[in-house]
């Protein structure tokens, strides 16, 4: 009796081990065969998984979203496991949105159409990412857009002082202010053939590009003269004021800055020729919106983005911030505050 049982176990032992081996011999490729895959995906996938991270393929479940995910144009070796965790946890989500939200270190968020047009969005912001799903307009798009310029927030609430180091590109809007004290070092005052204002100042890197500007125009029989540059906080403190005593203060908010609130306090922003709508339809509104890029301006407040930037279109109202960057935000038409969340902040 004992022997017949040594000699079962022992014939367990052999077979086992003979089984062990034949399959160990097995190609990955067979083994992803054995598994479900069709010859085709198979052989992709051995193609493009590392020897080292083939258990990773064989000890998941069998799905053909892996083959897309190998071949996405952003997946990172480094990340099949968490692809891979993400997949079998999310099984209906598509191979495009398991590679965003892993690179995008995102994991813990299940998947969900919604989730997936948000991180579609060529400006999706991931720290933005709970406000997106809390302000959620149906329309990601606006809904990224919307929030990257705060507009979950009402205007002049959760204000902040803006950051002077990004110098050229500080952001002066109705969320982020400069202080009552402050004023730039370098400004200069425009010579009388570059202006026509009593706010005559600009910061040097603006005033030197406004006279290239300037000078450039003049060539096409173009005049451009700034009407009103670096304005003070005292200064704009009194505008205001007076406007809401005109108007009342919900109406003077849609046209002129609270102090501290106002762009002409960073010395880096120009009204020009002429501060009245009917400056749209004259040749240097036209020039400018060909040319005034080149030359590191752009328009702050276009048409048809009041709600973004908080100001009604103003046609005359240049900001500086340096050729490569107007370059950019005339190309993809964004405003400041888009391009500013998106690429400084
Ligand atoms: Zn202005």
């Known amino acids: 009796m004992k022997k017949i049982i040594i000699i079962i176990f022992i014939i367990i032992l052999i077979t086992g081990g003979i089984f062990i081996f034949t399959n160990s011999k097995k190609s990955f490729q067979e083994k992803l065969i054995d598994m479900g895959y069709n010859e085709k995906d198979a052989n992709v996938i051995s193609t493009l998984v590392n020897k080292n991270d083939e258990n990773l393929i064989l000890n998941s479940k069998y799905n053909t979203n892996i083959v897309d995910i190998l071949t996405n144009k952003?997946?990172?070796?480094?990340?099949?496991?968490?692809?891979?965790?993400?997949?079998?946890?999310?099984?209906?989500?598509?191979?495009?949105?398991?590679?965003?939200?892993?690179?995008?270190?995102?994991?813990?968020?299940?998947?969900?159409?919604k989730l997936n047009n948000l991180t579609n969005e060529k400006y999706f912001i991931k720290d933005n990412l709970k406000r997106y799903l809390n302000y959620d307009k149906g329309n990601a798009n606006k809904t990224v857009t919307e929030v990257n310029c705060n507009l979950d927030y009402n205007y002049y609430e959760n204000v902040q002082e803006t950051d002077l180091a990004k110098d050229n590109l500080m952001i002066v809007n109705k969320f982020?202010?400069?202080?009552?004290?402050?004023?730039?070092?370098?400004?200069?005052?425009?010579?009388?053939?570059?202006?026509?204002?009593?706010?005559?100042?600009?910061?040097?890197?603006?005033?030197?590009?406004?006279?290239?500007?300037?000078?450039?125009?003049?060539?096409?029989?173009?005049?451009?003269?700034?009407?009103?540059?670096?304005?003070?906080?005292?200064?704009?403190?009194?505008?205001?004021?007076?406007?809401?005593?005109?108007?009342?203060?919900?109406?003077?908010?849609?046209?002129?800055?609270?102090?501290?609130?106002?762009?002409?306090?960073?010395?880096l922003a120009t009204d020009i020729n002429q501060i009245n709508d009917a400056f749209e339809n004259t040749d240097a509104f036209k020039w400018l919106s060909e040319n005034a890029y080149k030359y590191g301006f752009i328009l702050r407040y276009p048409k048809d983005k009041e709600n973004l930037t908080g100001y009604k279109y103003e046609p005359w109202h240049y900001r500086y911030v340096g050729t490569t960057v107007a370059k950019q935000i005339y190309e993809e038409d964004l405003t400041f505050e888009e391009y500013y969340a998106y690429y400084i902040n």
């Not at 590679?99 to 299940?110: A, H, M, P, Q, S």
């Not at 370098?186 to 890197?205: A, C, E, P, Q």
């Not at 500007?213 to 403190?237: E, V, W």
């Open 74 to 113: 952003n997946y990172k070796e480094d990340n099949l496991k968490l692809y891979l965790d993400y997949l079998n946890e999310n099984k209906k989500a598509p191979s495009n949105f398991i590679i965003n939200i892993v690179n995008l270190n995102l994991t813990e968020y299940k998947y969900s159409k």
């Open 176 to 267: 982020y202010y400069l202080k009552n004290d402050f004023e730039p070092e370098d400004l200069v005052t425009l010579d009388d053939i570059y202006n026509i204002g009593t706010n005559n100042k600009l910061r040097k890197v603006a005033a030197e590009a406004f006279m290239k500007m300037a000078d450039a125009a003049k060539l096409d029989n173009i005049s451009l003269k700034n009407a009103s540059g670096y304005r003070s906080y005292n200064y704009q403190a009194t505008l205001y004021e007076n406007y809401v005593k005109r108007d009342g203060k919900e109406a003077a908010d849609t046209y002129s800055a609270r102090a501290g609130y106002s762009e002409h306090q960073t010395g």
